[in-house]
């Protein structure tokens, strides 16, 4: 018998690749960079399966090229903003992504930019390097305590969560806003409107997926609440912050300093301003880059595909409705 066809659109780690490898027929595009949009479109062409990374723009126009025979889309990441779901559901085209496994290695990532960003690590590393270091100082590089200090959390998840547990440790007051959440009974954190959270919080760290309901969350409006003292960290998605709105917040100390894991766009050009800011941190979207959990997350993509190839339920799929779907297609065929 024949293998399925798969188009994977980048290395991913041994421990996925194998086991696609071994199953399927892979196309595997291993160039640094994605895929250009042409080669997306061409090499999906045929296919049954698709392993697809956050930079791949997976649309209704991806789907057509690919054609009627493609059974499953497998996304490695947790978050799949960059997928057309509802697309995918109509066509009754499970989507697979990698949660919880990446929760931990995200969490520790916002809490390494919260202590860098409110102690200006970084800027205090670049200030040795430059030569600038003269003596101690009593008033040099002084910074915000994160001891005691609030935090707010915006999308009280998995990652929103695991992020207050090490606030936990840090003796902080932890209030959160998450319309959707259903809060651990364990973790004392507050739940409070989003006014509240910009007004009384230390520290805002964004955990929310990004729709359009948190495109620009975090925008002129929103900063002017927050404390001029306050630390916005974001390593959820990019556009859930407005980058001019931070750049001036920034620029003019409206607030202290600001961490992002994600920009807007990736990777950020280097004649954005923010780069020309010392109280802003940028990292390149690595929050998942632990080794450990990227190879748990090229397994799950893999077995998400796999699943999805042999017509099974793929074991985290963000859009089960399609199953009832294909329940009611069968059952109206039968
Ligand atoms: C990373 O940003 C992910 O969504 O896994």
């Given at each position: 018998?024949?293998?399925?066809?798969?188009?994977?659109?980048?290395?991913?780690?041994?421990?996925?690749?194998?086991?696609?490898?071994?199953?399927?027929?892979?196309?595997?595009?291993?160039?640094?960079?994605?895929?250009?949009?042409?080669?997306?479109?061409?090499?999906?062409?045929?296919?049954?399966?698709?392993?697809?990374?956050?930079?791949?723009?997976?649309?209704?126009?991806?789907?057509?090229?690919?054609?009627?025979?493609?059974?499953?889309?497998?996304?490695?990441?947790?978050g799949y903003d960059?997928?057309?779901v509802a697309?995918?559901?109509?066509?009754?085209?499970?989507?697979?992504?990698?949660?919880?496994?990446?929760?931990?290695?995200?969490?520790?990532?916002?809490?390494?930019?919260?202590?860098?960003?409110?102690?200006?690590?970084?800027?205090?590393?670049?200030?040795?390097?430059?030569?600038?270091?003269?003596?101690?100082?009593?008033?040099?590089?002084?910074?915000?305590?994160?001891?005691?200090?609030?935090?707010?959390?915006v999308g009280y998840g998995?990652?929103?969560?695991?992020?207050?547990?090490?606030?936990?440790?840090?003796?902080?007051?932890?209030?959160?806003y998450d319309p959707a959440a259903?809060?651990?009974?364990?973790?004392?954190?507050?739940?409070?409107d989003f006014?509240?959270?910009?007004?009384?919080?230390?520290?805002?760290?964004l955990h929310t997926p990004l729709t359009s309901q948190t495109y620009h969350l975090i925008n002129?409006d929103s900063?002017?609440?927050?404390?001029?003292?306050?630390?916005?960290?974001?390593?959820a998605r990019?556009p859930v912050v407005d980058?001019?709105?931070?750049?001036?917040?920034?620029?003019?100390?409206?607030?202290?300093?600001?961490?992002?894991?994600?920009?807007?766009?990736?990777?950020?050009?280097?004649?954005?301003?923010?780069?020309?800011?010392?109280?802003?941190?940028?990292?390149?979207?690595?929050?998942?880059?632990?080794?450990?959990?990227?190879?748990?997350?090229?397994?799950?993509?893999?077995?998400?595909?796999?699943?999805?190839?042999?017509?099974?339920?793929?074991?985290?799929?963000?859009?089960?409705?399609?199953?009832?779907?294909?329940?009611?297609?069968?059952?109206?065929?039968?």
């Open positions: 018998m024949s293998k399925p066809k798969v188009f994977v659109t980048r290395l991913i780690l041994d421990s996925g690749l194998r086991l696609v490898q071994d199953f399927c027929d892979v196309d595997l595009w291993a160039d640094e960079l994605p895929p250009p949009r042409e080669a997306l479109l061409k090499r999906v062409r045929g296919v049954d399966g698709l392993l697809c990374l956050l930079t791949d723009q997976i649309d209704a126009e991806v789907m057509d090229a690919a054609g009627p025979q493609l059974k499953v889309i497998s996304n490695h990441a947790v960059n997928i057309n697309e995918a559901t109509a066509r009754c085209i499970p989507v697979g992504n990698t949660p919880g496994i990446l929760t931990d290695a995200t969490a520790d990532l916002t809490f390494a930019l919260l202590l860098a960003a409110a102690r200006r690590v970084v800027e205090a590393e670049r200030f040795v390097r430059q030569g600038k270091w003269k003596t101690w100082g009593p008033a040099l590089l002084l910074g915000m305590d994160v001891s005691g200090a609030t935090l707010g959390i998995r990652i929103g969560q695991a992020v207050a547990r090490r606030a936990v440790g840090f003796g902080m007051r932890i209030l959160y259903v809060p651990p009974a364990s973790l004392p954190a507050q739940p409070v006014e509240t959270l910009l007004r009384e919080s230390d520290f805002v760290s002129a900063l002017a609440l927050m404390k001029p003292t306050a630390v916005l960290i974001n390593t990019g980058p001019q709105a931070l750049y001036m917040a920034l620029k003019t100390r409206r607030i202290f300093a600001a961490a992002l894991d994600v920009t807007d766009p990736e990777p950020l050009p280097m004649d954005s301003p923010l780069l020309e800011l010392d109280n802003l941190i940028i990292l390149p979207h690595i929050a998942s880059a632990s080794r450990s959990s990227r190879e748990q997350m090229s397994r799950m993509a893999a077995e998400n595909l796999l699943a999805g190839l042999r017509g099974e339920r793929l074991p985290n799929c963000v859009n089960p409705e399609v199953y009832e779907k294909l329940k009611v297609t069968r059952a109206s065929n039968a």
